[in-house]
């Protein structure tokens, strides 16, 4: 079945460290997003990439970079920078043509300790 | 920048009701998404509006969108307390080369008291 799928489910990073959210895709879909959701909040957009070896600042982008070597993959990193990463992550692709939304993967639980 | 607020943020109803979920955004969109969130898990897909006076059902889920009005709603039919989850709402801002950009709502949380 196709599906995305990120990894690690729980995640806990110390102060001061680097840590990469994984997140791979095999829909066969350009576009790829990054969105952070904070309790009883809405999604913000991280990164977003709509086709390999290019992506764009979301709207809340400092803190955190991105890569897109390959189709099927879009891995996160929260900097030290980002100074209160506590969050739930989500991936999510689309399709680049077409009007069918995201397709989720089932998240991130980043904890600083 | 394009603003999408939910009414009510928080919704308490009771089996057999009916209530309607308000979606308001700011500039304008043609293409507007619905999702369910059950808790501490992902969102999965509910209806896409891609035109004005779109409507689509799906059991007891009534979604319609009013381009003109900015507004989207989601309506309840007779509420069951499997339908207890938050609600999100998120408009297409548009991405050229491909792609949907979508900003969301805050979400609305659905309890369905037995």
């Known amino acids: 079945d196709g599906g995305i799928t990120q990894s690690p489910k729980y995640l806990f990073r110390k102060e001061g460290q680097n840590v990469t959210l994984s997140c791979e895709q095999n829909?066969?879909?350009?576009?790829m997003y990054w969105y952070r959701q904070d309790p009883g909040q809405g999604l913000r957009l991280i990164y977003y990439s709509q086709i390999v070896n290019d992506f764009q600042k979301g709207d809340i982008a400092e803190g955190y970079s991105v890569s897109r070597e390959k189709k099927e993959s879009f891995p996160l990193t929260v900097t030290s920078a980002q100074k209160n990463p506590t969050a739930f992550y989500l991936c999510?692709?689309?399709?680049?043509?077409?009007?069918?939304?995201?397709?989720f993967g089932s998240g991130t639980r980043l904890t600083v300790v | 920048e394009l603003k999408v607020e939910q009414n009510p943020l928080f919704l308490s109803m009771q089996e057999g009701k009916n209530y309607t979920i308000y979606c308001n955004y700011s500039t304008t969109s043609d293409r507007l998404y619905w999702y369910r969130q059950d808790p501490g898990k992902s969102l999965e897909s509910l209806f896409v509006?891609?035109?004005?006076?779109a409507v689509k059902q799906e059991g007891r889920l009534m979604a319609s969108l009013d381009t003109k009005a900015r507004l989207s709603t989601l309506h309840i039919t007779a509420a069951v307390h499997d339908l207890s989850a938050t609600y999100f709402c998120a408009v297409d801002r548009g991405l050229t080369g491909g792609g949907n950009k979508l900003t969301f709502g805050t979400g609305t949380q659905l309890k369905v008291e037995l």
């Open positions: 829909l066969n879909h350009d576009a």
């Open positions: 999510a692709s689309s399709p680049s043509r077409g009007d069918y939304g995201y397709t």
């Open positions: 509006l891609l035109s004005n006076g």
